[in-house]
């Protein structure tokens, strides 16, 4: 993974004291397999936005506008000067307003993480501030406006340093209570084996190395047998097993679990290739394509040069 580059320069309100930081992204994503989007032909297709009312004009670019429907098919139209007028500016200031519990924020309420380290003349206040947050076991909770938008942030320490997490606000998060979950009491028995099993593959740390994209890697491999001009073996799906829907004796499959060698946890799951896998024939015909309904506002032309990522 690459090292971590500075995004900004900040200030880290504490009291009266303003801790020069800078920020750098925590988290980096893994490359993923792009397909483009081709005609049958083997030709690179575009976008176009059509009119919904006339799907034979196209509209440019340069004349799209954005609205707001208030009402079915009416709209306040917003001009790009007046969207920019809206937006909250990028604030250099990230204002604490209150330390809690270090453990007090759900983790459903994490949204994306950054770190934070000290800027020139911040080393002191910087360090003093996450001991001090360390020995209190206390969190900071902040706001802090950025990229057009106003953030309620966790910042949080370690002992390499300061973590800011961007929280999302309680209206984009929904509540179990919805679902309406029935609560079935278990048995006292049900309960004992599930008690073992947790006791049986229990781990005391996270090691995230122990894990990796195999959809991924799966996905590549059969990248490389077109290239090949070989044969694509689908993968076979252990979760897929035993969802026939038929009434199981829940103690009987929590003692067969507790009889199983907790190996799973530990040692990479066995290769596709293992068993009775099905070969996909490279020549079978693909299915037709499904007509757009009429309303589509969008429609595909081919361009010689144009790449689209799917």
Known sequence: ???????????????????????????????AVHFNLLSRQGERVKQQYVSAVNPKRVIPRAE????????????????????????????HLIDIVAFIPADAVDPIYYDKPYFLAPDKRG??????????????????????????????????????????????????????????????????????????????ISQDTYDPTLFEDEEKKRILAAIDAKIAGEEV??????????????IVDLTQMLKASLEKRPTAA?????????????????????AKAKRAPPSTTKTLV??????MKK
Request: glycine fraction near 6%; charged fraction near 25%; aromatic fraction near 6%.
């Open 266 to 286: 530990h040692k990479p799951r066995t290769s596709p290739a293992k068993g009775a896998p099905t070969v996909v024939s490279l020549r079978k015909p693909a």
């Open 123 to 200: 080393g002191k206040p910087y360090n003093l501030l996450k001991k001090a947050m360390l020995q209190s076991g206390r969190c900071a909770l902040a706001k802090w406006a950025w990229k057009s938008k106003q953030y309620v942030v966790q910042v949080r320490a370690q002992e390499e340093g300061l973590i800011l997490q961007q929280l999302l606000y309680a209206q984009e998060v929904r509540s179990l209570k919805d679902l309406r979950i029935e609560q079935l009491e278990p048995s006292a028995a049900e309960l004992k084996l599930a008690l073992q099993l947790i006791q049986q």
């Open 64 to 91: 799209l506008v954005k609205g707001y429907e208030f009402d079915t098919d009416r709209f306040v139209v917003f001009q790009p000067d007046e969207l920019k007028a809206l937006e909250d500016g990028a604030s």
């Open 233 to 246: 073996v689908a993968a076979e799906h252990p979760e897929d097993a035993g969802s026939s829907g038929q």
């Open 1 to 31: 993974m690459a090292t971590p580059r500075s995004i900004a320069s900040l200030s880290l309100g504490f009291g009266l004291v303003s801790i020069p930081v800078r920020l750098y992204t925590a988290t980096e994503s893994a490359a």
């Open 302 to 307: 081919p361009a010689s040069r144009t790449r």
